[in-house]
């Protein structure tokens, strides 16, 4: 299994981008994928998550900006990220559980900058 993140970028504040990962894995539906996003000096946090039943969880910092969402057919799941702040600025990281196995993996990260 392997996961493929793409889609950051410099972008200004109030701007928005959308994150891809694609999950390379014969039963993408098992797997619970979620978002996470490290500043520098910072810990890594949890931005986003889209469990294998389809349930949505968001950090209160982006609650109503942005979107996960997952596509079967294509093995991806996606974060629409809208109402950019320059907070948001991070290396950002695809995440994968398989919800059998307990099986993690991460993705290469991919930068996200905010300019004000």
């Known amino acids: 299994v392997q996961l493929q993140a793409s889609g950051g970028g410099l972008v200004q504040t109030g701007g928005s981008l959308r994150l891809s990962c694609v999950v390379s894995a014969r039963m993408f539906n098992i797997y619970d994928v979620s978002w996470y996003r490290q500043a520098p000096g910072k810990q890594r946090e949890l931005v986003a998550e889209v469990t294998d039943t389809g349930t949505v969880n968001y950090a209160d910092s982006v609650k109503g900006r942005f979107t996960i969402s997952r596509n079967h057919t294509k093995n991806t799941v996606s974060l629409q990220m809208n109402s950019l702040k320059p907070e948001d600025t991070a290396v950002y990281y695809c995440?994968?559980?398989?919800?059998?196995?307990?099986?993690?993996?991460w993705g290469q990260g991919t930068q996200v900058t905010v300019s004000s």
């Open positions: 995440h994968a559980l398989d919800s059998w196995s307990g099986s993690e993996l």
